[in-house]
Every structure is written in structure tokens, then in C-alpha cells.
């Protein structure tokens, strides 16, 4: 689908998408800087949803390769999850587009809002040592399908509860724990895509704009992760939360007005 913007407008996005990789590949929630500003710059809700799966999908797909190429995340361990999270992005994208739009207008600013004051709010568990065997399966297709089934209907905050939930769940360190995170975002991104793709939901040369951003900032951020550990993820995480529920707040207010 075709969409026109004012060059500004353009470039403040693609701005928008490098921040959201690099924050993204670190701690997760880049989907809180991308939607409100699609929202921002007009697009209508389900175009909203499907240019910001595309996107996100060139972030996500960078980040987990990264991981995956330092042995941070193994994918046999995690087959249960990765069917999990597939099954549930498709559910929760097809649920997104048999929504009116103007529940998505209203719904999305409030999701947004509420998962950034629940992250912020919501301390990071201690982290375990680092997985050496095997990681329980049993826990990993609930946690995949409710989490894939998030991102397919909304998204933001994603990768962020995917590293909480995993450090509760499993005996993973931070870093291996966001491995897991970006790796599992990418198949919910990839998956929920393919139905908006499907439905002509995506405007596909923004989209693609913002994704290749999207990489430069993922691969940089994955990069960082990786070479800084938990000293640099952490305060990243708390910074972005904080920075984007003040944002919100004041973009829900406005809409309202």
C-alpha cells in the first residue's frame, strides 16, 4: 500500500526506527518508540500495525543472528517455544485484523502507555548463571503462545517481557535471556507479518525504509550488548522505559483532547 510523506516526516521516522533497533536489540520495547510514531505521522491503525511488523522484522531477524552467531541462544533448546510463539502471533494478527479501526485508534496509545508503566514499575528479576543444560520445555509452549499471541494483536514491549519471563523462568544470565528474547520476537514479527501482508495492510517502501534502519541500529545495539553485558543492558532498559512513559503519557493525553 502506498502512503505519502513530507520528507521531514520521513527522515524523523527513519530516526525513529534507528533508536528502536539499537534500544530494541539491547533490552527490548522498540515497538514503543515505532507505533505512536506511526500513529503520529497518520497512518490508519492496521496499516499501523502491518509497517511495523515489517519493520521490526529487519530489527529482530539482525539482533537474533548476532546473538545466535556468539552461541547465546541454541535453537534445539527451544523448539517448544518457537512453535509456541508462532501459533500465537498468527492467532493474535488475525484477532488485530477482524478488530474496527477505531478500537485499534483507541486501544493502541493506552497498550503502549500501560506496558511502559508496567516495565518501568516492574523490576528485572535477578539473573541466574548461565544455561548450561537443556532449558524446561514444559514452561516454554505457554509462554511462547501468550507472548506470541501479544505481539501478533499489539507488539510493544515484546522483547522486554519475553527477558523478564525468561529470567524467571529458566536459569538464564541476561545476556543468553535476551538472546532468547530477540530470537523469539523475530517469529512472532515474522509471522503476525504475513498476515497483514496477506490482508494489504503494510505500507511496504516505508516499511522497508524503516527496517533497513531498524538493522543498522539492531546490529549496533546487539553489538553493544554483547561487548558491555548486563551493566550496559540494564540502565538502557530503565532509561528507555522511563523516557518513553513520560513521551506517552503526553500523546495519550493529547489525543484525548
Not at 511488523?53 to 523448539?79: I, Q
Request: proline share 5%.
Amino acid at each position: 500500500m502506498a502512503f505519502a510523506f513530507d520528507p521531514g516526516v520521513l527522515m524523523v521516522l527513519l530516526l525513529v526506527a534507528f533508536t528502536a533497533g539499537f534500544i530494541d536489540a539491547i533490552a527490548g520495547g522498540g515497538g514503543l518508540l515505532t507505533i505512536p510514531a506511526l500513529l503520529t505521522a497518520g497512518l490508519p491503525a492496521h496499516l499501523v500495525l502491518g509497517t511495523n511488523k515489517l519493520c521490526a522484522t529487519f530489527g529482530s531477524a539482525t539482533a537474533s543472528l548476532a546473538f545466535y552467531r556468539r552461541r547465546l541462544f541454541r535453537p534445539t533448546d527451544w523448539r517448544n517455544a518457537l512453535l509456541g510463539t508462532a501459533c500465537g502471533a498468527l492467532l493474535g494478527a488475525l484477532l488485530a485484523q477482524a478488530m474496527p479501526a477505531n478500537w485499534l485508534q483507541l486501544m493502541l496509545p493506552v497498550v503502549v502507555f500501560a506496558c511502559g508503566l508496567y516495565l518501568l514499575l516492574v523490576p528485572t528479576p535477578n539473573a541466574g548463571c548461565a544455561q548450561e543444560a537443556p532449558p524446561a520445555s514444559g514452561r516454554q509452549w505457554p509462554q511462547g503462545l501468550a507472548l506470541g499471541f501479544y505481539d501478533g494483536v499489539a507488539g510493544p514491549g515484546t522483547g522486554a517481557f519475553w527477558t523478564v519471563s525468561s529470567l524467571l523462568l529458566y536459569p538464564l544470565d541476561l545476556l543468553r535471556a535476551s538472546g532468547v528474547a530477540r530470537s523469539m520476537n523475530f517469529v512472532s514479527n515474522a509471522m503476525a507479518l504475513t498476515v497483514f501482508a496477506l490482508s494489504g495492510q503494510v505500507a511496504w517502501v516505508l516499511g522497508i525504509g524503516m527496517g533497513l534502519a531498524l538493522m543498522a541500529g539492531a546490529y549496533l545495539g546487539a553489538r553493544s550488548a554483547i561487548g558491555g553485558g548486563a551493566r550496559l543492558i540494564r540502565p538502557l532498559f530503565i532509561l528507555m522505559v522511563l523516557a518513553l512513559s513520560a513521551r506517552l503519557a503526553w500523546q495519550h493525553w493529547s489525543i484525548g483532547n
